[in-house]
């Protein structure tokens, strides 16, 4: 009943920015945190980014100065502009987000992830 979908991935070459983009839509009641998941060719699901709904924000030691992450309310949306980009930045990037649905249920909802690929 509830979907993220994420957008903006692609190609890019080191030293280029990205900006991906995450729509929540459905039948939610409130959002709590949202953040940015990214896997790696071989390795497990690692924490990029992360935002509270009053925007306390944490960063993975890898990314910080490099990575934004940003949210609009309004429009259920959760940003992460990505500059600076290295080859070790390629991955599958994954929204997530905290979600009370329209039961009043808590939930941990995942998109179905965006590819970005850095060349060297």
């Known amino acids: 009943q509830v979907q993220l979908v994420e957008s903006g991935g692609g190609l890019v070459q080191a030293g280029g920015s990205l900006r991906l983009s995450c729509a929540a839509s459905?039948?939610?009641?409130?959002?709590?945190?949202m953040g940015w998941y990214r896997q790696a060719p071989g390795k497990h699901r690692e924490s990029v980014a992360t935002?509270?709904?009053?925007?306390?924000?944490s960063y993975a030691d890898s990314v910080k100065g490099r990575f934004t992450i940003s949210r609009d309310n309004a429009k259920n949306r959760v940003y992460l502009q990505m500059s600076s980009l290295n080859p070790e930045d390629t991955a599958v990037y994954y929204c997530?987000?905290?979600?009370?649905?329209?039961?009043?249920?808590?939930?941990?909802?995942w998109g179905q992830g965006t590819q970005v690929t850095v060349s060297s």
């Open positions: 935002i509270t709904s009053g925007r306390r924000i």
């Open positions: 997530t987000a905290e979600i009370q649905d329209d039961l009043l249920q808590r939930r941990l909802i």
């Open positions: 459905g039948s939610i009641f409130s959002i709590n945190d």
